[in-house]
């Protein structure tokens, strides 16, 4: 069907955008992500003004939009959506040569055909299929072309592409704003003073947004310094001299009357005189500053102009750039080259600006190119502009804003402030860099109260060569990795994959359809199943092995999907998704940025950390997962029925010497006190100490008893009375979780409970 037409006043351009997509049902899942505002949501401008036509929601027929003659129409619905296929085409009349399509991607520029329409090949159809998937934003149908008679120009149509996984305004909006939040490198404050941004000592690495408003801004900014040069601001300075009379050109009234007193007094021949010469200099910090703009921007340019063509070269033929784009790239190069050696700046050495300049603020070319300078500083933040960049990978920012949102969560759920290096250590986050391949990896380091440690990692790399953690067969990069590290040394490590994907309800499988209609469940977005099976083969694939891997062991306690998906919370927790991370340890969570209530984003997410950072022991992140068939997870700090427990009494003045040393010790001997040993007594694992009304559960270290005689007991502040002793060490004086010493009844009376005795854990309340 016919969702676009746009006409031009003469009638020689017009533009005609077809689909086959069901765009009641784009339009139902946008409008529901949106709300009311989606009928007002879009605007559209053209460079040429001429008539268009729109399919609205409530009307198949294309419908007539504003008043003939516009070049912009504002508050209206959407007809091009990410997740929809459009067939566009171009019509163009009373044209001397063959039009193109103008891009900044080669792969763009060559899926549109140019078909000569008549024998005179006076009249041109540009066609291209063209898709947006998981690109929405602002996108610019540039085209060029030369009319009959007159000279060759270029015109373009603009529109947004929007899409009903985000709300492409407040939500990318939010998500920018949560990451400069964070970091300061990736969006500049617009700054309102001339104290110009590199004093602070960072910039902005992200070269496909700067060039994109470098592409807005270069020719009012070259015709700003032409005009500098032209007319340049020039400072007077004054100097001194003491010369004789003949030396001296101009005369000034105080001088005369000098000339004439000495004259008269016949002292000409040896005085000198005072006077003073104005010179017109260059050389200000204004102009240094001008030329210190040529400088940066010129040698940037030239580095992302020759990274750009390094990698189109190697790139395959879809992701060329266009020779076009490159030679206007590089004709920018050259002419700032040429502005930045012409007679006025040739000479001088560029400068950044370090206090106030009313030139700058109010002089005619200065005040221009200083606020160039800044936009250029401004960073990511303009988004909303009309550029030539075509869409912005918002797939990008909404991974790196899962990471960002996840490093908050993790820091609250521990009551850790990043402001507190003894609670969180982080390097300066690298940044995205859109025309390079990024391999840096990010850590944050969280220390927990009771020993235990959290690293939160985004893009770390498993290979064959990455240590005690690898894989044996090819690298993998999830894109976060939470590890929690026990105070016993166990490390357990959590994989999360943002996505920025989504299945709708509306392009559900058999299986899917049927649970649902079971469940009677509506709402509630499914995360793509490819997305689902690389949690399965990264656990599959991630191991840990020492010794150069003499043995190997799954390293991976569970996989999870972040995406962009909506519905209640009760509606997610019948998803099967969401109800296989309790069986399998593989799921989704649905993490949606929502800029009217931030602490909503992501809930079940966060209930998801509290729980496994908040469990006190290793085994308990591990006793759900599933073994291999036939197995089960037992914990050795677990008590077990039959575990052997040394009942044992101690007296007010040893309970130092026992903490001090660590050490119980019984009668070796067969005498008075001697206990009785038992089948296993070497692998005791607990011992309840108890005088009178007191008694504490603790843990022995379980490497059996050492033979201690009489002196060395004595050397720990001990008072034996015999000769020699078994000592059974303590591991620690913690109490057993989970166990009542008083409840369990001692099976001695009188007299003999002070001899001490074995039992099992089964005799207390487990």
């Given at each position: 069907m016919d969702v676009f037409s746009f006409i031009s006043v003469d009638g020689n351009i017009a533009i005609n955008v077809g689909t086959a997509a069901d765009m009641a049902n784009c339009w139902h899942r946008f409008r529901s992500r949106v709300g009311e505002k989606a009928i007002t949501y879009c605007d559209y401008r053209s460079t040429i003004p001429g008539t268009l036509s729109l399919t609205l929601?409530?009307?198949?027929?294309?419908?007539?939009?504003?008043?003939?003659?516009?070049?912009?129409?504002?508050?209206?619905?959407?007809?091009?959506?990410?997740?929809?296929?459009?067939?566009?085409?171009i019509h163009l009349k009373d044209v001397a040569s063959q039009p193109q399509v103008l891009h900044k991607l080669k792969e763009v520029t060559e899926l549109f055909t140019a078909l000569p329409i008549n024998k005179e090949k006076t009249e041109w159809l540009l066609s291209a299929p063209l898709s947006f998937v998981n690109e929405p934003g602002i996108f610019e149908l540039k085209f060029k072309y030369q009319p009959i008679g007159k000279s060759e120009r270029t015109d373009a149509f603009s529109f947004r592409v929007v899409s009903p996984k985000l709300d492409t305004k407040d939500d990318y909006n939010h998500i920018l704003a949560e990451i400069n939040a964070q970091y300061n490198e990736i969006i500049y404050q617009y700054l309102t003073l001339t104290m110009q941004t590199l004093q602070r000592g960072g910039r902005s690495d992200n070269d496909v947004v700067w060039l994109s408003i470098f592409r807005e801004i270069v020719a009012d900014y070259v015709r700003a310094v032409t005009y500098i040069v032209n007319r340049p601001h020039l400072r007077q300075t004054r100097t001194v001299y003491h010369d004789r009379a003949d030396r001296i050109k101009r005369w000034s009234p105080r001088m005369e009357e000098e000339y004439a007193e000495r004259e008269s007094e016949q002292t000409l021949d040896r005085s000198y005189f005072r006077h003073e010469e104005i010179i017109h200099t260059h050389?200000?910090?204004?102009?240094?500053?001008?030329?210190?703009?040529?400088?940066?921007?010129?040698?940037?340019?030239?580095?992302?102009?020759?990274?750009?063509?390094?990698?189109?070269?190697?790139?395959?033929?879809?992701?060329?750039?266009?020779?076009?784009?490159?030679?206007?790239?590089?004709?920018?190069?050259?002419?700032?080259?040429?502005?930045?050696?012409?007679?006025?700046?040739?000479?001088?050495?560029?400068?950044?600006?370090?206090?106030?300049?009313?030139?700058?603020?109010?002089?005619?070319?200065?005040?221009?190119?200083?606020?160039?300078?800044?936009?250029?500083?401004?960073?990511?933040?303009?988004?909303?502009?009309?550029?030539?960049?075509?869409?912005?990978?918002?797939?990008?920012?909404?991974?790196?804003?899962?990471?960002?949102?996840?490093r908050q969560i993790v820091a609250d759920i521990l009551g850790l402030h990043f402001d507190n290096p003894n609670e969180i250590t982080e390097e300066p986050m690298p940044m995205v860099k859109p025309f390079e391949d990024n391999n840096?990896?990010?850590?944050?380091?969280?220390?927990?109260?009771?020993?235990?440690?959290?690293?939160?990692?985004?893009?770390?790399?498993?290979?064959?060569?990455?240590?005690?953690?690898?894989?044996?067969?090819?690298?993998?990069?999830?894109?976060?990795?939470?590890?929690?590290?026990?105070?016993?040394?166990?490390?357990?490590?959590?994989?999360?994959?943002?996505?920025?994907?989504?299945?709708?309800?509306?392009?559900?499988?058999?299986?899917?359809?049927?649970?649902?209609?079971?469940?009677?469940?509506?709402?509630?977005?499914?995360?793509?199943?490819?997305?689902?099976?690389?949690?399965?083969?990264?656990?599959?694939?991630?191991?840990?092995?020492?010794?150069?891997?003499?043995?190997?062991?799954?390293?991976?306690?569970?996989?999870?999907?972040?995406?962009?998906?909506?519905?209640?919370?009760?509606?997610?927790?019948?998803?099967?998704?969401?109800?296989?991370?309790?069986?399998?340890?593989?799921?989704?969570?649905?993490?949606?940025?929502?800029?009217?209530?931030?602490?909503?984003?992501?809930?079940?997410?966060?209930?998801?950390?509290?729980?496994?950072?908040?469990?006190?022991?290793?085994?308990?992140?591990?006793?759900?997962?599933?073994?291999?068939?036939?197995?089960?997870?037992?914990?050795?700090?677990?008590?077990?029925?039959?575990?052997?427990?040394?009942?044992?009494?101690?007296?007010?003045?040893?309970?130092?010497?026992?903490?001090?040393?660590?050490?119980?010790?019984?009668?070796?001997?067969?005498?008075?006190?001697?206990?009785?040993?038992?089948?296993?007594?070497?692998?005791?694992k607990y011992l309840l100490l108890h005088h009178d009304k007191d008694r504490v559960l603790i843990r022995l270290k379980g490497d059996g008893p050492k033979f201690f005689p009489k002196p060395s007991l004595e050397a720990m502040g001990f008072s034996p009375s015999g000769d020699y002793y078994l000592g059974f060490e303590i591991k620690d004086f913690t109490p057993v979780p989970g166990i009542d010493p008083n409840a369990y009844k001692l099976e001695r009376k009188g007299q003999q409970r002070y001899t001490p005795y074995f039992t099992t854990i089964d005799k207390f309340s487990l």
């Open positions: 929601p409530t009307a198949n027929p294309l419908s007539l939009i504003g008043e003939p003659n516009s070049t912009e129409w504002k508050y209206l619905p959407p007809v091009f959506y990410e997740t929809a296929t459009y067939n566009i085409g050389n200000t910090r204004e102009n240094r500053f001008v030329k210190f703009t040529l400088d940066r921007i010129g040698k940037r340019l030239g580095t992302i102009v020759e990274t750009i063509t390094t990698k189109s070269a190697k790139a395959k033929e879809s992701e060329k750039v266009a020779d076009s784009e490159l030679a206007e790239l590089n004709g920018y190069v050259a002419a700032l080259r040429r502005l930045s050696h012409s007679s006025l700046l040739r000479n001088l050495r560029g400068e950044p600006l370090r206090s106030e300049s009313m030139v700058l603020q109010k002089r005619t070319g200065y005040a221009q190119v200083y606020r160039y300078w800044l936009l250029l500083q401004k960073g990511i933040e303009l988004f909303e502009g009309t550029n030539a960049i075509g869409v912005r990978p918002i797939w990008e920012l909404y991974e790196l804003w899962c990471f960002l949102k996840m840096k990896e990010h850590t944050v380091y969280y220390t927990c109260k009771g020993g235990s440690e959290v690293r939160l990692h985004y893009q770390h790399t498993y290979s064959r060569r990455t240590g005690e953690v690898h894989t044996a067969t090819t690298e993998n990069r999830p894109d976060i990795v939470l590890t929690i590290i026990k105070p016993d040394g166990l490390e357990l490590t959590y994989l999360f994959d943002a996505k920025y994907r989504l299945i709708d309800d509306n392009r559900l499988n058999q299986e899917d359809r049927e649970e649902l209609a079971a469940a009677n469940l509506i709402g509630a977005d499914i995360p793509p199943a490819d997305a689902i099976n690389q949690m399965h083969r990264y656990r599959d694939a991630i191991y840990y092995g020492s010794d150069r891997y003499s043995h190997t062991a799954k390293e991976i306690i569970g996989g999870y999907i972040l995406f962009p998906g909506r519905g209640d919370n009760e509606s997610i927790r019948q998803r099967f998704y969401y109800k296989s991370i309790e069986t399998v340890n593989i799921g989704a969570f649905p993490l949606l940025p929502d800029a009217e209530d931030p602490t909503n984003e992501g809930s079940l997410l966060f209930e998801f950390l509290t729980n496994i950072l908040n469990k006190p022991a290793a085994f308990d992140h591990i006793k759900d997962a599933i073994p291999q068939k036939g197995l089960v997870y037992h914990s050795e700090s677990a008590p077990s029925g039959d575990d052997l427990v040394l009942v044992g009494y101690y007296k007010t003045e040893q309970l130092e010497a026992i903490v001090n040393n660590r050490l119980y010790y019984v009668p070796a001997a067969l005498g008075k006190g001697s206990i009785n040993l038992v089948s296993g007594f070497e692998k005791t």
